[in-house]
């Protein structure tokens, strides 16, 4: 499978625990985005990386969350401290930079904080 | 960013054509339109995507307006797969400084029914 791959698929942590998800891009893409959706909206955009370089972070992104792509390959995402308004689907996607190509889009992580 | 508006909600019969429809009157002339569905439980994914001329691929065709301030998702022959919340997105293409995220609104959520 050459698609968009991210792990665990689904993660149910309590208050105040730290948790970290992972997503592997497509191989040859080198642009790489995280999104949240929360129950019943679209998905709004997080941060993108383009490489190893972090370029883009949304005001949604506090500082609790912190996400690196070491070698501009996978990525991580971090939740320190998690509270219940964390609970959300996180969704990451990668694409070719500077074209009309299209994102591509893993199924998910969705986490429970309890 | 420009703006899209999409119905809340719309239902087809099964193996009858459906017409989704989206308004985005402040359209520049750079921006892409783009569609992307996601299934229940599942990240999003390309549906199709044009600048001016009316587009066809396997999944759909996608109508746009002359004035380009609106255009037409058409799925030819919906089945039950097709359930699904289907969002119309503008994406303006560039170089490495255009960040190249989705703005996602809240879509159309499509019914089909046998």
């Known amino acids: 499978d050459t698609g968009v791959s991210q792990n665990p698929r689904h993660k149910i942590t309590k208050r105040g625990q730290n948790v970290t998800f992972r997503c592997d891009p497509i191989s040859e893409h080198n642009r790489l985005y995280w999104y949240r959706q929360t129950l019943g909206q679209g998905p709004e955009f997080l941060t993108y990386f383009q490489n190893e370089a972090q370029l883009e972070k949304s005001r949604l992104l506090s500082d609790r969350f912190s996400a690196e792509r070491p070698k501009g390959s996978f990525s991580t995402l971090e939740i320190q401290r998690t509270e219940q308004g964390d609970s959300a689907m996180y969704l990451c996607?990668?694409?070719?930079?500077?074209?009309?190509?299209?994102?591509?889009f893993g199924p998910g992580t969705r986490l429970t904080v309890l | 960013d420009a703006k899209t508006t999409q119905p809340n909600s719309m239902e087809s019969n099964e193996e009858e054509p459906v017409h989704l429809p989206c308004n985005h009157s402040?359209?520049?002339?750079?921006?892409?339109i783009h569609w992307y569905r996601q299934l229940p439980s599942q990240g999003p994914e390309y549906v199709i995507h044009g600048l001016t001329s009316n587009v066809n691929n396997r999944m759909a065709s996608l109508a746009i307006a002359e004035d380009r301030k609106s255009s037409t998702l058409i799925l030819h022959r919906a089945t039950l797969r097709d359930a699904a919340v289907y969002y119309c997105i503008l994406s303006r293409p560039g170089g490495s400084s255009n960040t190249g995220k989705l703005i996602f609104g809240q879509g159309t959520t499509l019914q089909v029914k046998p």
């Open positions: 996607a990668s694409k070719v930079a500077g074209s009309t190509d299209t994102q591509y």
């Open positions: 402040t359209i520049s002339g750079t921006d892409y």
